[in-house]
């Protein structure tokens, strides 16, 4: 049972436009999201959060906007770069009692962008 | 500073084989994680540590899989008679252990059972 689905397995986008990645979720107990990138033979990095108590998070180039409603969040780019390239994971986390806890993955989706 | 590391990078091994797999934390991290990443798929979870103590090992596939943290610091994933369905790459990651705060992850440890 796939919690969270990224149901696009990859993506090309040209250099300077916008790169959209979606990601869905089932469990309503989730109330933290993450977006991880991922080059090879390394390990995810951290990109950008949103809590369940907004719906839109913005970092530069990056924003991370959820709809609870829809269970859905996407992560918006731009202007997209080449070395924005890499895979990228949606995460999510149902917080107990302000402690941390674990991430459920998506399967990623894998960004392409081209000159 | 220093990031999350993990050792060794990569680990062969023959089936039926015990292999122990080392993370170091950033250091004052009291949350640590352990997934588990196959080939096309996500992170999978498979144990949290807050301190020395295991506060979720829901993700343990089965008891030939077991990890420590004996001084809240460095852990150890150890798994027993090595299956080739093991083979993966081991993910480590800690954090500051308080809520809506992001996971670090290490380098991974890519394991492969022949």
């Known amino acids: 049972d796939q919690q969270v689905k990224q149901n696009s397995p990859s993506l090309s986008v040209q250099e300077g436009r916008i790169s959209i990645l979606n990601c869905d979720y089932t469990n309503s107990m989730f109330d933290y999201f993450l977006w991880y990138k991922k080059y090879p033979a390394e390990g995810p990095t951290f990109l950008i959060s949103?809590?369940?108590?907004?719906d839109k998070n913005e970092d530069g180039r990056f924003t991370v906007f959820l709809n609870k409603s829809a269970k859905h969040l996407s992560l918006h780019i731009v202007p997209s770069q080449p070395g924005d390239s890499a895979v990228y994971f949606c995460a999510a986390s149902g917080s107990l009692s302000g402690t941390a806890s674990k991430l459920t993955f998506g399967t990623g989706t894998r960004l392409q962008v081209t000159l | 500073g220093a990031g999350v590391s993990q050792t060794p990078s990569n680990k062969v091994t023959e089936k039926g084989k015990y292999v122990e797999l080392r993370c170091d934390p950033i250091?004052?991290?009291?949350?640590l994680y352990w997934y588990r990443q196959s080939l096309g798929q996500g992170p999978e979870f498979l144990i949290y540590?807050?301190?020395?103590?295991?506060?979720?090992d829901s993700g343990l596939p089965n008891d030939r899989f077991f990890a420590v943290r004996p001084e809240g610091s460095v852990s150890t994933l150890k798994i027993q008679r090595t299956e080739r369905g093991d083979s993966a790459v081991y993910l480590c990651?800690?954090?500051?252990?308080?809520?809506?705060?992001?996971?670090?992850f290490g380098p991974g440890t890519r394991l492969t059972v022949l």
């Open positions: 990651a800690s954090s500051s252990g308080s809520s809506y705060n992001e996971q670090f």
């Open positions: 949103i809590s369940s108590i907004k």
């Open positions: 540590f807050q301190g020395t103590g295991a506060a979720d």
């Open positions: 250091s004052g991290h009291t949350a």
